[in-house]
């Protein structure tokens, strides 16, 4: 199979398919949109790949948006936690749809998923929320690729956002004490002290009911 790449406004790639099985005909599939000639190329070799592995040449086209609601579906009957699903909503709702929801899968590039992570950073977000969102997609777009709407992930040709851990601050025994001091007597006087005298998450803490003496 013969492929080659070029620049016009963007860099784009070009790959001789054989011909039509009825009428004969030369096919070509061409894709464009890549920022550098790199990208082309490594999207070239991967498109080879996937057909001479008995990839469709021609896949079904279904845009960003539909595909979230049988990804999400799909997670559903995975066991997914639904605080979890939860989560997925929102980034898909609130910075995945509005930007990109209306391409179509086959459509994505890497310069697509880079303007979304660019807008989130313009908007404030924090490097963890970001690196999650790329996250997430770079999941729903590898059963794109098992479910043979692409060819490739666009995810994978981009880098991880760096995220920096930040530095615990504990409080002092001093800070306890007053903390101690003006819970005493409300609803939080119990948990409070269990947190301190324990160290248990909050989400275990808040876990615990009253239990029958035996």
Known sequence: MQGHVRKRRTWEFIVDIGRHPLT??????????FATRREAERALHEFILYIEGGGNPSPKRISLADYFGHWLAYQRTRGIRPRTLEGYEGYIRREIVPVIGGLAVPELRPGHIRAMLSRMQERGLSATTIAQVRSMLGSALRQAVADELIWANPVAAMKRPRV???EPHWPTSAQLSA???VSRGTDWEVPILLACVTGARRAEILGLS???RT
């Open 24 to 33: 004969g005909r030369r096919r070509q599939k061409s894709k464009s949109g």
């Open 164 to 166: 920096q851990r930040r």
């Open 179 to 181: 903390l101690l001091l």
């Open 210 to 212: 009253w239990g029958e």
